[in-house]
T-cell receptor, first 113, second 113 residues
């Protein structure tokens, strides 16, 4: 089946540092989504990207849809303790009407105050 | 507006028992899906539905059944529970299959002994 390679698997950073994580695929995607999961909860959508090359921000978060359509990255600036959690990328294949998202395995972020 | 509601939150089953995980959404979403989350594996699609009366298999459908008799409800049935089905199960919905972010429920943690 299709796979997304998400890296890094985990990160331990100091509060105030910037964070970068990415996802790559051997397949072309038409949509990239980034989710955050807090312990004991379901994933919550952070950013959605619909066009190759698109760069979108949501507060301290910035994500980009790679030009090749095979990758995406998420940056978090000036991290704070509440950024702790697991971040998932998800891609959607063509055609979008199929509706199925493929998820990466997640990046676990730990922030030291 | 409760979003996506999953019940129960926790469940312990004996091998061979059957049970139904409930999922309901009050957002009039057409698309609903079930994922399982295992450590280091990300989220894997079990079954999905693009509308009432229509269901299809995802990546890991074996051992699970679904039905979609109403727009609001999408129950997941375990026919004969096995230890390999120990996992956290998430239901998700979207206004339409396609490039819309999914809304996830808070999950059902299932242990099969």
């Amino acid at each position: 089946g299709q796979q997304l390679n998400q890296s890094p698997q985990s990160m331990f950073i100091q509060e105030g540092e910037d964070v970068s994580m990415n996802c790559t695929s051997s397949s072309i995607f038409n949509t990239w989504l980034w989710y955050k999961q807090d312990p004991g909860e379901g994933p919550v959508l952070l950013i959605a990207l619909y066009k190759a090359g698109e760069l979108t921000s949501n507060g301290r978060l910035t994500a980009q849809f790679g030009i090749t359509r095979k990758d995406s990255f998420l940056n978090i600036s000036a991290s704070i303790p509440s950024d702790v959690g697991i971040y998932f990328c998800a891609g959607q294949l063509f055609p979008r009407s199929q509706g199925n998202l493929i998820f990466g395995k997640g990046t676990k972020l730990s922030v030291k105050p | 507006n409760a979003g996506v509601t999953q019940t129960p939150k926790f469940q312990v089953l004996k091998t061979g028992q059957s049970m139904t995980l409930q999922c309901a959404q009050d957002m009039n979403h057409e698309y609903m899906s079930w994922y399982r989350q295992d450590p280091g594996m990300g989220l894997r699609l079990i079954h999905y539905s693009v509308g009432a009366g229509i269901t299809d298999q995802g990546e890991v459908p074996n051992g699970y059944n679904v039905s979609r008799s109403t727009t609001e409800d999408f129950p997941l049935r375990l026919l004969s529970a096995a230890p390999s089905q120990t996992s956290v199960y998430f239901c998700a919905s979207s206004y339409r299959s396609g490039n819309y972010g999914y809304t996830f429920g808070s999950g059902t943690r299932l242990t099969v002994v």
